[in-house]
């Protein structure tokens, strides 16, 4: 597996981003994605203040990231108070996440003191969502099925990403009829995925304030160093394919391997198992 460092920059007009990083699909880590007026909150937003504005509302808990690598999405656990998870994962390490959090769209008052530079057209400023875990927790490697390009801006604690181009999906043994793969690539097994070797990639580390812009299409394995948190911002793709792509992975994909999943069981998953394992040699097999 080689992963390269993500270009830096800061200073990009929306012209310069779109022609040098959006429209080529490139990944980038930005510097100056929040507005000046808007720095604040990387010190107010803190755990009382969550606890404070909603640590009564009840929150869906997802655990470690292959507790369910069966199906097409993640699925929650059980369900606690927002404050009991935060203070869950201020005392100590644990797997457990909030994912897809939509927290800043019921609470339009505290969404609007966070202000962002728009670096991309289309982007959803109106829709963003927050992602927390502990330390040690991890997101399973993927790509989002809508096929939007993300802005994910780190807003406490430290994050690791690993970013590889789509065309790489057969050598991250892609589940078909999923948008996750097989192996554990924390600690890759290269006997039993022998693909992972040939994997060629993107790394960098989130700090507070960064903010990695995640192309349509791209795989992405996220891993928390710290517990924290991050808000993630969708701008849809200019590409018409790509967004019927996306349409097609929501209302067809999703719900075509839900079906068969409960028609053939264990069957369904081990002939996907199966196939991943099929094109990552054939893949191999080209690459040699």
């Known amino acids: 597996m080689h992963l390269k460092p993500v270009n830096i920059v800061s200073g990009y007009s929306r012209e310069q981003f779109t022609s040098e990083f959006v429209k080529p699909g490139k990944p980038a880590l930005i510097k100056d994605f929040i507005l000046p007026e808007s720095q604040d909150i990387l010190t107010k937003w803190n755990y009382d203040y969550f606890k404070k504005e909603a640590g009564n509302t009840l929150v869906a808990v997802h655990e470690k990231e292959n507790a369910h690598l069966d199906k097409a999405t993640s699925q929650a656990g059980n369900k606690m108070k ?3 998870y935060l203070d869950l994962i201020a005392a100590g390490p644990t797997e457990s996440r909030l994912f897809l959090f939509n927290l800043l769209r019921e609470r339009p008052d505290i969404r609007k003191e966070l202000q962002v530079r728009k670096l991309a057209d289309n982007l959803l400023t109106w829709l963003p969502f927050l992602f927390f875990g502990g330390e040690g927790s991890s997101v399973r490697y993927h790509y989002d099925i809508d096929m939007s390009h993300v802005f994910l801006t780190q807003l406490h604690g430290v994050k690791r990403v690993w970013l590889f ?22 600690h890759p097994d290269y006997d039993k995925y022998p693909g992972l070797r040939l994997l060629d990639g993107y790394e960098c580390t989130l700090n507070v304030g960064d903010t990695i812009f995640i192309p349509s299409g791209y795989w ?18 200019v590409s018409l394919t790509k967004r019927a792509i996306g349409v097609r992975n929501i209302f067809i994909t999703r719900r075509f391997d839900d079906a068969m999943r409960k028609l053939l069981g264990k069957k369904w998953f081990e002939y996907k198992t199966q196939t991943a394992y099929n094109r990552a040699n054939r893949a191999i097999s080209i690459l040699h």
């Not at 181009?165 to 924390?186: K, T």
């Not at 992405?220 to 793709?237: D, F, K, M, N, W």
């Open 82 to 84: 927002f404050g009991d």
């Open 165 to 186: 181009p789509n065309n790489q999906a057969s050598l991250l043994y892609r589940l078909p009829w999923n948008f996750h793969g097989l192996a554990d690539l924390r």
């Open 220 to 237: 992405h394995y996220i891993q928390y160093e710290t517990a924290g948190y991050s808000v993630a911002y969708r701008a849809l793709p």
